[in-house]
Each structure stands twice: as structure tokens, then as C-alpha cells.
T-cell receptor, first 115, second 110 residues
Framework: ETGVTQTPRHLVMGMTNKKSLKCEQH?????MYWYKQSAKKPLELMFVYSLEERVENNSVPSRFSPECPNSSHLFLHLHTLQPEDSALYLC??????????????FGPGTRLLVL | QKEVEQNSGPLSVPEGAIASLNCTYS??????FFWYRQYSGKSPELIMSIYSNGDKEDGRFTAQLNKASQYVSLLIRDSQPSDSATYLC??????????FGAGTRLFVKA
């Protein structure tokens, strides 16, 4: 596989469920990102990992928990979500150099519906 | 004031015309500027990146950057119906956080 892949592509969950989103990048990049995209709103950065260390956390509720076991994989663990968390969750990766961010490449996203 | 502002549109242009998409940003320290295209139900894909003042051309696309005016634009020449999508402007100040605009919907009429 090439590029950035995400699974599952669609997810329906109840507010008491626990689920995980998975992202894998095959580009050899050193940074990975989670974004939330809601209808008619800008992409919202949730988490950034650089060289497997979390470097950005945008005041995301604790019901979202990221995990980056290595530079190619990124997870987003979900628990006790709210209906307003329903959105498209996008993973991205980039090859960052000091002082300049390079292009981010996005995965296809996971469409999440919380009932 | 929003950090990255775009007109939400829709911007409607006839096939073959030039589509002009505009974006303003608030952080004067911004260094990297990107235009992404997002088709309905799909993820964003990079169209152009620009880092210095002036124009940058790639095929039918031209990005224009004016840091003094905090303004970046994307011109699409010879617009095609397949260009119909939402175009996202994104700005980065050298850190890990890239700020995205809400996007401009473009509709190219055949």
C-alpha cells in the first residue's frame, strides 16, 4: 500500500462504547497528525506527533486518547463520546525539517457517527 | 478575527474561465502556505505550496503570495468541471501547527 491509510473508513458507536481509529503511513515521514473535520468548519488540529513524541495537543477532551507506537502508526482511542463528536477524522503525515513544515499528506478519513 | 479567512462561496465560473480563490491570514510570522483541494466525501490533497513572495505556477494553477498584505491566492486557468471542489487555504508559522481556512466551494459550469 502507498500513502496514508486509515481504518475503519466508517464507524457508528454508542456513547458508552470504546473504539480505536488506526492510521498508517508508508511515506517514511517523521510527523503524524490527527484532525477533526465537522461540516462547514475548518479542519481542527487535535494532536501532533514528531518522532513518536507528542508535540501538540490542542485542548482536546480526554475522551480522545492518541497513541503513537512508532513513526509509521498512529491510533486514536475513543471512549464515552458525545453526539457532537460525530465528524470526519483525518490522519496526516509530513516530513518536517527544523523551521519549516513540509506538505501534509492526508489519509481517506474515518467518518464517525456517535449515537 | 479568524486566523485564516476564506470566502465560503460557492464561487461559480463557466468552463474555460479563470477561477480566483483568495485567502487572508492574521499571523505575520507565517512562513509556509498551502492550497489543498477537497472533493465531497474525500480527504484534502495538495495543489500548491508557496514559501516566498510572488507567483508560483504549476500547470493550470498559479499561487500568489503577498506577505506584506497577508494575502495568498490561487488562480485556476481554463477551469474544468472536474475542478469543482472545496479549496482549503492552510498557513504555517514554522511550528507543528498548520491553520486551515474553512474553504471556498468552487463550481465550474459545463
Amino acid at each position: 500500500e502507498t500513502g496514508v491509510t486509515q481504518t475503519p473508513r466508517h464507524l457508528v458507536m454508542g456513547m458508552t462504547n470504546k473504539k480505536s481509529l488506526k492510521c498508517e503511513q508508508h511515506l517514511g515521514h517523521n510527523a503524524m497528525y490527527w484532525y477533526k473535520q465537522s461540516a462547514k468548519k475548518p479542519l481542527e488540529l487535535m494532536f501532533v506527533y514528531s518522532l513518536e513524541e507528542r508535540v501538540e495537543n490542542n485542548s482536546v477532551p480526554s475522551r480522545f486518547s492518541p497513541e503513537c507506537p512508532n513513526s509509521s502508526h498512529l491510533f486514536l482511542h475513543l471512549h464515552t463520546l458525545q453526539p457532537e463528536d460525530s465528524a470526519l477524522y483525518l490522519c496526516a503525515s509530513s516530513q518536517d525539517v527544523p523551521g519549516q513544515q513540509e506538505t501534509q499528506y492526508f489519509g481517506p478519513g474515518t467518518r464517525l457517527l456517535v449515537l | 478575527q479568524k486566523e485564516v479567512e476564506q470566502n465560503s462561496g460557492p464561487l461559480s465560473v463557466p468552463e474555460g474561465a479563470i477561477a480566483s480563490l483568495n485567502c487572508t491570514y492574521s499571523d505575520r510570522g507565517s512562513q509556509s502556505f498551502f492550497w489543498y483541494r477537497q472533493y465531497s466525501g474525500k480527504s484534502p490533497e495538495l495543489i500548491m505550496s508557496i514559501y516566498s513572495n510572488g507567483d508560483k505556477e504549476d500547470g493550470r494553477f498559479t499561487a500568489q503570495l503577498n506577505k506584506a498584505s497577508q494575502y495568498v491566492s490561487l488562480l485556476i486557468r481554463d477551469s474544468q468541471p472536474s475542478d469543482s471542489a472545496t479549496y482549503l487555504c492552510a498557513v504555517n508559522n514554522g511550528g507543528f501547527k498548520t491553520i486551515f481556512g474553512a474553504g471556498t466551494r468552487l463550481f465550474v459550469k459545463a
